[in-house]
């Protein structure tokens, strides 16, 4: 082995451009798939964050009432009249209890991170001519900001202390309604309850249906404008991974009695779209590295033919096959590593380019363009990928190399 | 007597054997070799010298016959087998000095030793560095195969030969490559280690005037092998 790697290290360096070029081809390759996985992995991490971000992970509420067929209630007593439609009762009570006792016990799931009751509902925002309508959350801010984060989206006022006669909303529904902070407006809900709120914060979260369409209140608040007494109407999961949203919610469904939502469930296109983008960016992935793979055999394969000589006297002093295809592989791993490594320096040096890039601010609030992750398993994967290729594109000529009878090229 | 240390019996090679375009180039050779002889085999081009040489250097095989390298039949081995006797019975000499470009005069030298072992050791480097300053390159150990004369380079060549410490040398036109003067110092020199080491040197030459002052001649005509006396 000390011979083949003491051989195959002096051809790298007495190499020169020709071993350059090699690493520069993985070093690229490898770059290009920083890059891609990188940017695109990114861009989904937004997009799943600004969708997924401000919903709860899980939702528990009370499961949906049996439906009681009329064919069942007539089926004593004469003159029977058979049941043709099986109709689902209308629920009548969607209060989930004992709710204090439910969070403790969801919280103990594993994988849960944060486990919060809300009253929901919808309610009326008149301004003017205009109505607006609302989704009205309430609970305890800070329990509340666990699931909903809204206090790094504030742009204006508070959230986390504010009162029970206090609102938060959005910025959008602020600039639409003309609602300034500090403003007084009223609440019409549902259940025909309204209610006078202060604006005590606006909030900015880029998404327009929230900034338009979500207010924030206490419990308490939300407990009096939708009539709920001491209730609540859901409880709220936030888990470590959301994307183990269904296994959990699968996991909580057997052991409780209620119905359990997932978001995945709620947004399967979703899913399925960012699954199809995966699979284009590993393609594009792979034909880099295929690319990349061609040029190193290339590069390799006039390496082996200009060293026939070598390789011919090499094995006139004893070299067998196996010795003189592990130098011309231990070259191709030469290059693949330094070209792994040179590879993860560019897509370092490139991302850390492109990190501070701003795109134009609204509300005042300036967010970067690209969402850069440092993901080391995009930088390792990226590395150990280009490794494969490049030995694998090298294997072909070194067996060639090992081939090569040492008769005829000493001949020549 | 001494049991030969090359032995040929009956040997036959044809190119492209078992086609139409099948050519017999050794028609049944018989010769033998002991140590510290130094054999001349001469003949035209295309009479069957390289053949020869590369049957009995173990780089190539025979279609019929037996070939023994120091009591090894060589004709049965596998290509690891053929590799085993090369790297530790038998050393090259070729025109051309085939020495690697990346490697030092001391590196070349040790070439042979380096592939069977991996690394030489403290005693494979004092022989070698004794050997090269034996042939006078005691002084350019460093210096890379291009930066020495032609005749440094084909007696770096040599001590490359020899570090493996053969049996046998096979030596293909060693002086073919250089002037009259140098060709003579070198010749001299595979002579005296011959006789010094007890080496059997077998060297393939077109030099009628060298090969009068080996000990044996034996010359390859339209594939077969006649001795003639040396001197004459």
Redesign the interface.
Known sequence: ???EA??AW??L??GGGQTVLTVFAVAIAVTMIIFIQTLITGVQKRFVNDLVGPLPHITLKMPDPLPDTLGKTRTSGPGELLATDVQKQVQQRTDVEPWRQLETQLAQFPGVKTVASAVRGSAFLARGSKRFTLTISGGEPVRQDKITPIQKDLIAGRWLDIGPDELVIGARLADEAGIRLGDRVRLQSTQGVTQAFVVAGIFYSGNNAADLGQGFVTLRAAQSLFRTGQNVSSILIKLDDAFQADTIAEQMEKTLPYKIESWMKDSAFILNAIRSQNQSRDMICAFVLLASSFAIASVLIVSVIQKQ??IG?????????K?ILLVFTLEGLGVAIAGAFVGCLWGFLLLKSLENIPQAARFGKVDKLFNIIYDPTIFGGAAIAAIIATLIAAILPARRAARLS??EV??G | MDNPLVEVIGLKKTYNSGTDKAVEVLHGVDMTALGGQFIAIVGQSGSGKSTLLNILGALDTPTEGSVLIDGIDISSLDSDGLASVRGNKIGFVFQFHHLLDEFSCLENALMPVTIQKGAPSREDTAYAIKLLERVGLGTQLKKRANQMSGGQQQRNAIVRALTNRPRLVLADEPTGNLDARSGAEVFALMREIAAEMGVAFLMVTHDDRLARQADRILRIEDGFLHEDTPGR
Request: zero cysteines.
């Open positions: 082995m000390r011979f003491k051989l002096r051809h360096v007495s000589k070598q006297i090499l094995k006139s002093m004893g070299a067998r096959d010795q040492p008769v000493i001949r």
